[in-house]
């Protein structure tokens, strides 16, 4: 049946030109075509076809065909009449293609295999035969690359050695995988390294390309990052790529420098933790022998896991020479594989105060405190109370000591090249003599009869004991170098009369003042005459107002009339002028009040009678 087809094409189109021939016509027929379609694999491809003919025909056929290996394959066709389009049967594109009433070609889904040239022909009748091709292209992502074969330790050697197989799937055209160290693309132009590349297309198309690195190791790639990534093309030029993971070389190297310091940020001071870190810069990490030499003593073993000696909190006795040795028995013998240190801890002995114990002096006496200590560095001393510097030095005079001086006095001990170092000691001073009290405030109660609390405030050495007179409900508190009564009484007639009496008394002597309770009522009219004065001023704040306002109204009402006045609304103020008429309006004048007032008088109309 497809046989008898062709011979039949074949014949009309052999009439078909014998006919033009014979006739003696130059027929054409132009066909327009995409020259280059590109699409995602998977996706729907559209091929656009149209075409010219010379000697309009209404008998054109159109046909998609395929080249396969030097022939051409017919996938479908159509007519210019307007009939339904058809796929042939049989063929790669079967079940996925279809031509539509604009001639186009549309394939759906589009596979890799699809990636080949189509041609568009038109056979025109006596016009003859057009074509046009197209190239159609597929384009697959390629996967992530994986990375297999990373070795587990490398040896530092004079040879190449694999050290990664990189490999990525999926990916159509054929991608490109490159080697990257540091964020640099690897060339195999350097003669310490290798690739060893390999393309494979699979049987649905798709590229698996893989490579290999050999690389001659270096120490210098200890810190090194590698990775490989595969570069692809997608539709409409863009160009996209996808990294594997990254990866460090294991090097094996033999130590060549060690490193011993203590792990510090200023001067070690007693009571810090230190570390003290030793390091060899080989690889794997050799153990490392540690030992402390004290002078005069034996050498003592000290543990160090990892090369990390830690010593909480340090004394001076952790001072001394420790060594380090690293145990790397592949090293060379011209590495210096033992280092020493010299560790030094800042100290500062406890403060000594003279006299030591609480100071008791009397009144007007005068006293001398002093303190001294050791340290391992240069040390200032300085007195203070509370927060108070009372000396720079470390002797303080007191002279003709007061109530005032009573107190806890503290000598403080600093070493200025070390930060943190300090130590203080503290005296309590205490400053005999009869109680003194302080001036009381008086008492206020609404009425006679009700609760008042009074308070009394005194200082002394030893501590005084407060009598009331009349006596109440007491209690004391201690505010500082003094104490203070409080008392609740009744405010009787007796109280509110005779007032009220506080005594502090020790065995130096005693001191008393006298407090008056008052109702807050004769308060009240004690400051009466200042609020009447306050009155007063506001009365008179009032008069003046009122006589301001006033005096506006009048002026006021003075510009009204002048107004009036001028407008001739007023009777007076108006004269005729001899020898005018009436009619011819009346002449004003300006006149004092007083002729104003006369001119008015006069000009005042007759009263009419009813």
Same mark, same amino acid.
């Given at each position: ?89 049989? %063929? ?16 759906? /889904? ?239 002995? /406890? ?101 008042? %609390? ?9 501590? /005084? ?146």
């Amino acid at each position: 049946m497809k046989g008898t087809a062709k011979f039949v094409r074949a014949q009309l189109l052999y009439s078909w030109l014998l006919f033009c021939s014979l006739q003696g016509c130059w027929c054409t027929v132009t066909v327009t075509v995409t020259p280059t379609v590109e699409v995602m694999k998977g996706e729907t491809a559209t091929l656009p076809c149209s075409f010219t003919v010379s000697t309009p025909t209404s008998n054109s056929i159109v046909e998609w065909f395929i080249e396969e290996i030097g022939t051409r394959t017919r996938v479908a066709f159509t007519t210019q009449s307007g009939g339904e389009g058809a796929a042939d049967d049989g %063929t790669k594109l079967s079940g996925r293609v279809s031509i539509g009433k604009d001639f186009s070609l549309s394939i759906s /889904p589009v596979q890799v295999e699809d990636d080949r040239r189509f041609h568009c022909q038109v056979t025109a009748g006596a016009a003859g035969v057009g074509e046009g091709a197209t190239q159609l292209k597929v384009y697959s992502e390629p996967e992530k690359p994986e990375l297999t074969g990373l070795p587990e330790a490398v040896a530092i050697t004079d040879k190449e050695t694999e050290m990664g197989h990189c490999v990525t799937k999926g990916g159509h055209p054929e991608p490109r995988l490159v080697w990257y160290k540091d964020s640099n693309p690897l060339s195999e132009a350097e003669n310490q390294m290798y690739l060893h590349a390999s393309v494979v297309r699979e049987v649905t198309g798709l590229y698996t390309v893989s490579s290999t690195l050999n690389l001659r190791p270096r120490k210098e790639d200890k810190k090194a990052v590698f990775y490989c990534r595969v570069e692809y093309s997608l539709p409409e030029g863009v160009a996209k790529h996808k990294d594997s993971d990254t990866f460090s070389l294991p090097l094996l190297y033999p130590t060549e420098h060690v490193t011993f310091a203590v792990v510090s940020s200023g001067p070690v001071k007693e009571g810090d933790s230190v570390e003290i870190r030793c390091e060899a810069d080989g690889n794997p990490k050799p153990d490392y022998d540690f030992t402390f030499k004290k002078e005069g003593a034996a050498d003592v073993k000290k543990e160090a896991p990892q090369g990390v000696l830690t010593l909480p909190s340090v004394t001076r006795d952790d001072a001394g020479l420790y060594r380090c040795e690293a145990l790397d028995f592949d090293s060379s013998p011209d590495v210096e594989l033992t280092k020493e240190l010299t560790l030094l801890v800042h100290y500062l002995d /406890p403060v000594m105060v003279s006299p030591s114990g609480p100071l008791t002096a009397s009144l007007g006496e005068s006293v001398e405190l002093t303190c001294a200590t050791q340290a391992s560095e240069q040390l200032t001393l300085q007195w203070k109370k509370g927060s108070s510097v009372v000396s720079e030095a470390g002797a303080l005079e007191l002279k003709a000591v007061s109530f005032a001086d009573a107190g806890e006095y503290s000598c403080v001990a600093t070493v200025p090249s070390v930060p943190g170092l300090q130590a203080q000691a503290n005296v309590t001073v205490n400053v005999a003599g009869k109680p003194e009290i302080d001036a009381p405030s008086n008492g206020e109660v609404q009425k006679e009869g009700d609760t008042v %609390t009074l308070s009394c405030s005194a200082q002394g050495y030893p501590s /005084p004991k407060f009598t009331w007179t009349p006596p109440g409900e007491e209690s004391v508190t201690v505010q500082g170098n003094k104490l203070v009564s409080t008392v609740s009484l009744e405010a009787t007639a007796s109280v509110l009369k005779n007032g009220v009496t506080c005594n502090a008394t020790n065995e130096h002597g005693s001191d008393s003042k006298h407090l008056q309770v008052v109702i807050s009522e004769e308060i009240s009219k004690e400051v009466a005459p200042n609020d009447r004065t306050d009155k007063q001023e506001g009365d008179s704040s009032s008069v003046v107002i009122a006589v301001v306002v006033s005096l506006l109204l009048l002026l006021l009402l003075a510009v009204l009339l002048y107004v009036l006045w001028r407008m001739g609304k007023l009777p007076c103020g108006k004269k005729e002028k001899k020898g005018e008429e009436a009619t011819n309006g009346a002449a004003v004048e300006m006149k004092s009040d007083k002729a104003n007032e006369e001119a008015g008088l006069l000009n005042k109309p007759p009263t009419t009678e009813q």
